[in-house]
């Protein structure tokens, strides 16, 4: 099934952003999923992160928002985001209590999973939280994590901080290395990555529920 494309694509024609519809604590973000722009240069689309935020939402019904459209707009350093403010809403009217941001890192970095909690103020100091996605990643041999080590999420334009700042949602930005996506003959690490991920959100729902 093309999850990108599909049932997906009427919505995706209207707007700069989808938000599917869901139930639970945890909103699952791909802001990435097209290309964007920053200072003037066009960056590649982030296509995986969007496939697994498309995949999560359909297969535990959480609520899920991505980025769609030709604008070149970049919700993750933009001084003002449609799509940040609309995240800010579902938190304030939807119950949403904490944000997974999906990312896809390049090759060069060591690390095959970073978790950006801007030292901790996006989370409200709440790296017991952390530490439960760390070992989502880590129990199916996904390692090194690492965590606010190469992409803190620190800065006030990140998704993760603005919303963060704004309301009051854990917000967790998810680096995920894109040799994790590669094939290898007929094998990738796509779904280990995705089972990661979905034991992650169910974690947090029972926590923050």
């Keep these: 099934m093309d999850l990108i494309s599909g049932e997906h694509r009427a ?3 209207a707007s700069a952003y989808v938000v599917l519809a869901g139930h639970g604590a945890v909103l699952v973000s791909a802001p990435h999923r097209v290309e964007h722009a920053r200072n003037g240069a066009v960056k590649c689309a982030e296509p995986d992160a ?3 935020a498309l995949l999560l939402h359909d297969r535990m019904g959480c609520p899920a928002i991505y980025r769609c459209g030709a ?3 970049d919700p993750n350093y933009d001084e003002a985001s449609d799509y940040r ?5 579902l938190v304030r009217d939807g119950g ?3 944000v997974l941001d999906l990312h896809e890192m390049g090759d060069r970095h060591q690390s095959m999973v970073e978790i950006g909690t801007g030292h901790g103020r996006n989370v409200d100091g ?5 530490d439960e996605i760390v070992r989502a990643f880590e129990s199916r041999g996904i390692e090194p994590v690492t965590v606010d080590a190469i992409f803190p999420a620190a800065g006030p334009r990140t998704v993760s901080a603005d919303v963060a700042r704004r309301s009051p949602a854990l917000c967790f930005q998810i680096e995920m290395n894109v040799r994790l996506f590669l094939e290898e003959g007929e094998r990738s690490d796509f779904s280990v990555v995705c089972d990661a991920l979905e034991e992650a959100v169910g974690r947090l729902n029972e ?3």
Excluded: C, P, Q
């Design 207 to 209: 926590v923050l529920r």
């Design 11 to 13: 919505s995706e024609a």
């Design 71 to 73: 604008s070149l707009e």
């Design 85 to 89: 403010d609309e995240i800010v809403r």
């Design 50 to 52: 969007g496939r697994l």
């Design 96 to 98: 949403v209590r904490a």
């Design 126 to 130: 709440r790296f017991e939280l952390t």
